[in-house]
């Protein structure tokens, strides 16, 4: 219990910062990670567990590719990391891996029924985190959109397998993940400025 309540509070804390564009929501995504591991180990919800795995490995991608960003001046007029709307092509990409990698994890998790309870719920999750994490690696304002669409899923799984603290750290991530769709996409709109000091 305790491994879900700090590991989601600091999961809220780097959701705030990603609304913020702020570096460190990444080093925060990473040890929030580390930390629900432990949570849904002891749940027993093998997904979950490979999702923080991913959440970990792909914060550190993410931490890498906006550091990258900052030296080479990709921001906003306030010093932050400029976002955009994906392409068609992106949007393509994100959508199809997500459609093909729940069909794979969820047949995983259904051949494997001992790696979890729910294997299409769990895939679900596990898959739309990473287009998630991915699309916000990338400055997509499409992330927000792939949040809320793992939140529609998330939300009941976690009060089903007795995880409350998800359950209302999920209520709370919808509300934020509304507001912070609105601050990236009107943010999108605002020109990229060459040269800003990181």
Do not use: C
Not at 24 to 35: D, E, M
Not at 71 to 87: C, E, K, P, Y
Not at 107 to 130: E, H, K, Q, R
Request: charged share 10%; no cysteine; aromatic share 14%.
């Amino acid at each position: 219990m305790w491994s879900d309540m700090i590991g989601n509070t600091i999961g809220l804390v780097a959701l705030a910062l990603g609304w913020r564009r702020s570096i460190l929501t990444w080093p925060a995504q990473l040890l929030s990670g580390l930390i629900l591991v432990g949570a849904y180990a002891s749940a027993h919800l093998a997904g979950g567990v490979g999702k923080q795995l991913l959440v970990i490995g792909v914060a550190g991608w993410g931490w890498w590719q906006w550091n990258r960003w900052k030296r080479q001046s990709v921001l906003s007029g306030d010093g932050s990391i400029a976002v955009r709307f994906a392409t068609w092509k992106e949007r393509g990409l994100l959508a199809g891996g997500a459609v093909l990698g729940t069909l794979a994890v969820g047949g995983l998790f259904t051949l494997y029924p001992s790696l979890s309870w729910s294997p299409w719920a769990d895939a679900y999750i596990f898959v739309g985190t990473l287009v998630a994490m991915v699309a916000q690696a990338r400055g997509l304002v499409e992330f927000w959109f792939a949040w809320l669409l793992v939140d529609l899923v998330g939300v009941p799984l976690a009060f089903s397998s007795g995880l409350a603290f998800s359950g209302l750290v999920y209520v709370v991530y919808f509300a934020l993940v509304l507001w912070g769709m609105r601050d990236w996409w009107l943010r999108s709109r605002t020109p990229v400025l060459e040269g800003v000091p990181a």
